[in-house]
């Protein structure tokens, strides 16, 4: 929740400001097809970016991190320019894209709080985008419905912060809904609610805590190679692509190409599973989804490898990467008396390569919207 102590401490008179939240997000499969017009399968989780918000008066932002521990001011008129601090650029870039779509607003004294872990896969990043823009658009009288609202953030994103990220993590920061996952069309942006009826399971984040420093090379690579296929074979989208026709494609392609599409299919089995609630067959595909990405797509790494190898020997029912690769965390569908595997992996991770895992349980929750403290 929000620190109002510290919140007091910083700005003063915490009883002006109006409360805000947005959640992190968790894709349940659907990996490396959101930047290329294919499907995926998010849900809101119970983790959020909490930003209090007050108008202040004057032709200035005040911003305070209690993540980071720190303030930043700039005037209303010195939107353009990025701040030093790296993490300012997220709700400045907000700002930028509502200052350059034409709309207005005053200056405003912003507090950011957070219980969402950074760079874990749940997409704090999204989750700040997404909690300023309620924010700011609620208190400036700014009308926006959820499509426009995830359209801005994914904007401060790729061209005010410059990173290179799909709509996903955003349309679901924006659109989610408790007791529900969001099978998302990336290339309509067409969605529906699929009830997670989950019974006795429920979905576990291990995170490896390990960045290998290729990933973002690789991930820029993919996209690359994701982009020479369509060229290669004369194809506007891979929705138009059908897997008889990849064989001409030299064999990275070709792998590449395999995954995407068989991808694709998994996302509409895990929404028939869901649906028949064979939490099951949802575990397969898990499974079935990290082979993919380990052997097909390349992104995985030994670490990650370790942690679903685990998984498997115990009989767990599914689990599989999530993210970029190359490090970051695991989804695993649990059984919740299952839960005391947690300590021997741990062990047994940490005696491998030195590191300590950290699991996070998430439920399913609301996307962005205004609260009460
Ligand atoms: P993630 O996978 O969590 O989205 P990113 O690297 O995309 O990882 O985004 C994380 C960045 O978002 C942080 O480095 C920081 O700049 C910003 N951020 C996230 N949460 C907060 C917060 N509570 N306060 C300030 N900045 C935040
Ligand atoms: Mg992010």
């Known amino acids: 929740m929000i ?54 008066k004057s032709k200035k932002v005040r911003i305070f991190s209690a993540l980071f521990d720190e303030m930043d001011e700039f005037g209303l008129d010195d939107i353009e320019n ?101 099978f998302l069309d990336t290339m309509t942006l067409k969605y529906k609610y699929v009830p997670l009826n989950l ?10 805590n390990v960045k290998h420093s290729l990933a973002s090379g690789e991930y820029n690579l993919r996209r690359k190679q994701c982009e020479e296929i369509l060229k290669t074979l004369n194809k506007k989208s891979f929705r138009e692509l059908k897997i008889s026709e990849i064989e001409i494609l030299p064999e990275v392609l070709q792998k590449r190409a395999k995954h995407v ?3 694709n299919e998994r ?9 028949n609630g064979d939490i099951e067959e949802l575990g397969r ?3 079935e989804s990290h082979q993919s990405l380990k052997e097909l797509y390349e992104v995985s790494c030994e670490e990650l490898d370790f942690v679903v190898d ?25 059984k ?14 940490r005696k491998k390569f030195s590191i300590d895992l950290t699991f996070e349980e998430i439920e399913s929750e609301d996307g962005a919207k205004e609260i009460t403290v």
Not at 267 to 275: C, D, P, Q, T
Not at 310 to 334: P, T
Request: aromatic share 12%.
């Open 3 to 56: 620190d109002t102590v510290k919140l007091n401490e910083v700005f003063g008179d915490a009883k002006k400001f109006r409360f805000f939240r947005a959640p992190g997000r968790v894709n349940i499969i659907g990996e490396h097809t959101d930047y290329n017009d294919g499907f995926v399968l998010p849900f809101a989780v119970d983790k959020f970016v909490f930003c209090a918000i007050r108008k202040n």
């Open 82 to 182: 990025k701040s030093e601090k790296f993490w300012v650029n997220y709700p400045k870039g907000i700002l930028w894209v509502l200052k350059n779509s034409g709309y207005e607003f005053d200056g405003m004294d912003i507090f950011l709080d957070s219980n969402l872990p950074v760079g874990a896969g749940l997409s704090s990043s999204a989750a700040i985008e997404l909690a300023v823009l309620s924010a700011v658009s609620t208190v400036n009288g700014i009308k926006l419905d959820k499509e426009s609202m995830a359209k801005i953030g994914q904007k401060a994103e790729n061209e005010f912060v410059g990173v290179r990220c799909g709509i996903m993590d955003q349309f679901t920061s924006a659109f989610g809904k408790k007791g529900q996952a969001i």
């Open 199 to 208: 019974g006795e399971y429920s979905f576990l984040i291990i995170d490896t």
């Open 261 to 263: 599409l068989m991808e």
């Open 267 to 275: 996302v509409l089995k895990s929404v028939e599973a869901l649906e």
């Open 285 to 287: 595909l898990l499974y």
């Open 310 to 334: 685990y998984l498997k020997d115990k009989d767990i029912i599914g689990g599989r990467m999530v993210g970029g690769g190359f490090g970051g965390s695991v989804i695993a569908l649990v």
């Open 336 to 349: 919740r008396e299952e839960k005391n595997f947690e300590e021997d992996l741990a062990e047994k991770f």
